[in-house]
């Protein structure tokens, strides 16, 4: 079957622009999650979803990253005012119900802000 | 806090010969670890998991994982490594007492395997 996409696949933005990052995970996952992967930084997670539960922010770096996941399937993560440091691979995956533990990773969106 | 640690950016290994990517991890309680692969432009692939059980954990492409406990180490291991395997491999763990399965990851071993 599909596996988790994203779009765009690539994206670059100017400085101080908004940019929303969308991801379609697998038809029937209940878990959404977005990570970030940048140099300097690795590979650091972001938001979390869970059906209809409130999410889990905890892993976003600033006010300015916000997500929403709408019918509990399509994400959306935005960014405001994009910083250069922002430029990174932005990776979404998502999980089945259950306890299998086991997270599927779209190709991820890569954005360069300049 | 939890952590994970891999203290090789780069392992070299020739086709054929056995293969480790060496994984430490610090974290409060049980520890559920995983191993993933990631080739060039491309997301993660889920490799294998330690969640309980037996130490020796076997996973997708002929790999395997020792959990150690006495030395917090979960190394990923390889018999006879193939020029396909070069990658970039990340070890990661669950975070404990959340609601949820988020990661936190190594900072990645570029596996290369020369014929």
């Known amino acids: 079957g599909a596996g988790v996409s994203q779009s765009p696949s690539n994206k670059v933005t100017e400085k101080g622009k908004d940019v929303e990052l969308r991801c379609d995970p697998i038809s029937g996952h209940t878990a959404l999650y977005w990570y970030r992967q940048s140099l300097g930084q690795g590979l650091e997670f972001l938001i979390y979803f869970q059906g209809n539960s409130a999410p889990d922010k905890s892993g976003l770096p600033s006010d300015r990253f916000s997500a929403e996941r709408t019918g509990g399937s399509v994400s959306t993560l935005t960014i405001q005012r994009t910083q250069q440091e922002d430029s990174a691979v932005y990776l979404c995956?998502?999980?089945?119900?259950?306890?299998?533990?086991?997270?599927?990773f779209g190709p991820g969106t890569r954005l360069t802000v300049t | 806090a939890q952590s994970v640690a891999q203290p090789e950016d780069q392992v070299n290994v020739a086709e054929g010969n056995p293969l480790t990517v060496k994984c430490t991890y610090s974290v409060s309680g049980n520890p559920y670890l995983f191993w993933y692969v990631q080739y060039p432009n491309r997301g993660l692939q889920f490799l294998l998991k330690?969640?309980?059980?037996?130490?020796l954990v076997k996973g997708s492409y002929g790999f395997e994982a020792e959990f150690n406990k006495s030395q917090t180490s979960f190394h990923l291991k390889k018999p006879s490594a193939l020029v396909s395997d070069s990658a970039l491999y990340f070890c990661a763990v669950r975070r404990p007492l959340r609601k949820g399965n988020m990661l936190t990851f190594g900072g990645g071993t570029r596996l290369m395997v020369k014929p």
């Open positions: 995956a998502s999980s089945p119900p259950g306890q299998s533990y086991e997270q599927y």
């Open positions: 330690y969640i309980t059980g037996d130490n």
